[in-house]
């Protein structure tokens, strides 16, 4: 079944809003008191990050009432299985923050977590019934760099179970241990496999949340859901202490309501100081090429072909430059199945070696097999074939070297005459898949059933914040609309 098809789409309604009971694995999230003025709780959610920094600085209200108010948030929607676990601990640790000009921009604030992410203070599920009282020995490297800045980790999110890895017969956002997420905007696909944390920020219950991606799974979840999500260049941000599908492709990615927010999550979980081109300062700085190859177009939805003129035209009324441009069939033709399947194994295996209950993908499978209604009720297709794959290592890196030549020779081409390339959702995923290269997407369109679409921009590796700026520059021209 072709991926965004219309009998796709529907097959994923019918499983996410259809009677799917909760598995026997669902953690319920305990409620606790955190009464707090309704008046307060919403200025502050609404509020973006330095907004929030401004209050606190101005004593109008404190990091415990911003933790409080996003805490009661989360609880209020717990419905809508955005969020598998909230931290305990998260107002006790806000009473620690004290404001300084000289904190980092995310110092005090609540941050959501996909709970593929190592944290050491909740379990780290994979939204996996094998994995509901797993408590890592160590945070992942990027909440180790939130942490040293401040941030308050509020709690882990849903997921499709094992980041959309177990079947190929999955419901977008499903997992044993947090149950099915819905889409704030109505009976649409949530996306996956970062559903929980496009829905959360789209449900106000934190300004910012972390996602991974392998193959989509920021830029279609954010798109869905209508906030911001940026999939990083490989390797900017660290993977260490994040359960793996693949290290060729893996990377986590900030997701939030503005771009601006969004730029500061990410500077938040890098190491390294990210470079930035001032050639470009105002849209009609920029030339932009819109993907126009078939391997694109026979996949748009109805109204795909009008939200993207229109996007054109907004652009050349501000002065921008814009064009259509094909990069040639060859480099959509790419295999990123056996590349995933190798090192989902590998990966998972070296993940939990190491910990003090060590497993391997053969126990997920036999333990899933005892209670198959509970632990695996849409099936474990992929997990059985990674554990039986017989690709070499080899001959997989002969697949990634080849998957990565040709997406970067066609991207580089294009480079040389736009400065970003256009398109909508993810539909050009196994192009910054393979590639390794940033991508991008902006809310502010609707399909006429109101179900959100996010235009999606891709840059070349490296220009993360570049693509950050140029968003932030679309986002403040009141561009997208729709």
């Given at each position: 079944?072709?991926?965004?098809s219309q009998a796709?789409?529907?097959?994923q309604?019918?499983?996410?809003y259809?009677e799917?009971?909760?598995s026997r694995?669902?953690?319920n999230?305990p409620?606790?008191d955190?009464?707090?003025?309704?008046?307060?709780?919403?200025?502050?959610?609404?509020s973006?990050?330095?907004?929030?920094?401004?209050?606190?600085?101005?004593?109008k209200?404190?990091?415990v009432?911003?933790a409080?108010?996003?805490?009661?948030?989360a609880?209020?929607?717990?419905?809508?299985?955005?969020?598998?676990?909230l931290?305990p601990a998260?107002?006790e640790e806000?009473?620690t923050?004290?404001?300084?000009?000289?904190?980092?921009?995310?110092y005090?604030i609540p941050v959501l977590?996909?709970d593929?992410?190592?944290?050491?203070?909740?379990?780290?599920?994979a939204?996996a019934?094998?994995?509901?009282?797993f408590?890592?020995?160590?945070?992942?490297v990027?909440?180790q760099?939130?942490?040293q800045?401040?941030?308050l980790?509020l709690?882990?999110t849903?997921?499709s179970e094992w980041a959309n890895f177990m079947?190929?017969?999955?419901?977008?956002?499903?997992?044993a241990v947090?149950?099915?997420?819905?889409?704030?905007?109505?009976s649409f696909?949530v996306?996956?496999?970062?559903?929980g944390?496009?829905?959360?920020?789209?449900?106000?219950?934190?300004?910012v949340?972390?996602?991974t991606?392998?193959?989509?799974?920021?830029?279609y979840?954010?798109s869905?859901n209508?906030v911001?999500g940026?999939?990083?260049?490989?390797k900017?941000?660290?993977q260490?202490?994040?359960?793996?599908?693949?290290a060729?492709?893996?990377?986590?990615g900030?997701m939030a309501?503005?771009?601006?927010?969004?730029?500061?999550?990410?500077?938040?979980?890098?190491?390294?100081?990210?470079?930035?081109n001032?050639?470009?300062?105002?849209?009609?700085?920029y030339?932009?090429?819109?993907?126009?190859?078939?391997a694109?177009?026979?996949?748009?939805?109805?109204?795909?072909?009008?939200?993207?003129?229109?996007f054109?035209?907004?652009?050349?009324?501000v002065?921008?430059s814009?064009?259509?441009?094909?990069?040639g069939n060859?480099?959509?033709?790419?295999?990123i199945?056996d590349?995933?399947?190798?090192?989902?194994?590998?990966?998972?295996?070296?993940?939990?070696?190491?910990?003090?209950n060590?497993?391997t993908?053969?126990?997920v499978?036999a333990f899933?097999?005892k209670?198959?209604?509970?632990a695996?009720?849409?099936?474990q297709?992929?997990?059985?074939?990674a554990n039986n794959?017989?690709l070499?290592?080899?001959?997989?890196?002969?697949?990634?070297?080849?998957n990565r030549?040709v997406?970067q020779?066609?991207?580089?081409e294009?480079?040389?005459?736009?400065?970003?390339?256009?398109t909508?959702?993810?539909y050009a995923?196994?192009l910054?898949?393979?590639?390794g290269y940033p991508?991008?997407?902006?809310p502010?369109?609707?399909?006429q059933?109101?179900e959100?679409?996010?235009?999606t921009?891709?840059?070349?590796?490296?220009?993360d914040?570049?693509?950050?700026?140029?968003g932030q520059?679309i986002?403040a021209a009141g561009?997208?609309s729709?």
């Amino acid at each position: 079944m072709s991926f965004n098809s219309q009998a796709y789409l529907n097959d994923q309604i019918n499983k996410q809003y259809g009677e799917v009971p909760l598995s026997r694995y669902y953690h319920n999230q305990p409620e606790i008191d955190v009464a707090i003025n309704d008046e307060v709780i919403q200025e502050i959610i609404t509020s973006d990050i330095a907004t929030l920094q401004a209050m606190v600085k101005q004593n109008k209200v404190s990091y415990v009432e911003i933790a409080k108010a996003f805490y009661n948030q989360a609880q209020r929607h717990q419905d809508s299985h955005a969020v598998i676990s909230l931290n305990p601990a998260v107002i006790e640790e806000a009473k620690t923050r004290v404001y300084d000009d000289s904190h980092d921009p995310l110092y005090g604030i609540p941050v959501l977590v996909k709970d593929n992410i190592a944290t050491t203070e909740m379990a780290t599920t994979a939204g996996a019934a094998i994995l509901k009282d797993f408590y890592p020995e160590t945070d992942a490297v990027i909440i180790q760099e939130l942490k040293q800045k401040g941030a308050l980790i509020l709690g882990k999110t849903n997921l499709s179970e094992w980041a959309n890895f177990m079947t190929e017969n999955s419901a977008n956002g499903y997992s044993a241990v947090g149950g099915q997420t819905k889409n704030p905007h109505g009976s649409f696909d949530v996306g996956g496999s970062s559903a929980g944390s496009a829905a959360a920020v789209a449900l106000h219950m934190s300004p910012v949340a972390i996602g991974t991606e392998t193959a989509g799974s920021i830029i279609y979840p954010a798109s869905q859901n209508g906030v911001v999500g940026l999939k990083p260049t490989l390797k900017t941000v660290a993977q260490a202490g994040i359960i793996p599908i693949a290290a060729a492709h893996d990377t986590a990615g900030p997701m939030a309501q503005t771009v601006n927010d969004c730029y500061l999550l990410f500077q938040a979980m890098t190491t390294t100081e990210a470079t930035f081109n001032d050639q470009f300062q105002r849209l009609a700085d920029y030339r932009f090429g819109q993907l126009d190859d078939a391997a694109l177009k026979e996949t748009y939805r109805d109204e795909d072909a009008i939200i993207l003129a229109t996007f054109e035209e907004q652009l050349q009324q501000v002065g921008a430059s814009y064009q259509h441009l094909s990069l040639g069939n060859a480099c959509y033709d790419v295999d990123i199945t056996d590349v995933l399947l190798y090192q989902f194994k590998a990966g998972v295996e070296s993940y939990f070696k190491h910990e003090t209950n060590p497993i391997t993908l053969a126990d997920v499978i036999a333990f899933n097999r005892k209670d198959e209604k509970n632990a695996s009720y849409y099936g474990q297709d992929l997990l059985e074939q990674a554990n039986n794959h017989q690709l070499t290592a080899s001959a997989i890196e002969s697949v990634i070297e080849r998957n990565r030549t040709v997406t970067q020779a066609a991207l580089d081409e294009a480079f040389k005459t736009v400065d970003v390339l256009v398109t909508l959702s993810n539909y050009a995923t196994s192009l910054y898949a393979t590639s390794g290269y940033p991508a991008l997407t902006l809310p502010g369109y609707q399909r006429q059933t109101g179900e959100p679409v996010g235009i999606t921009l891709i840059a070349p590796a490296g220009q993360d914040v570049d693509l950050l700026y140029l968003g932030q520059l679309i986002e403040a021209a009141g561009v997208l609309s729709g």
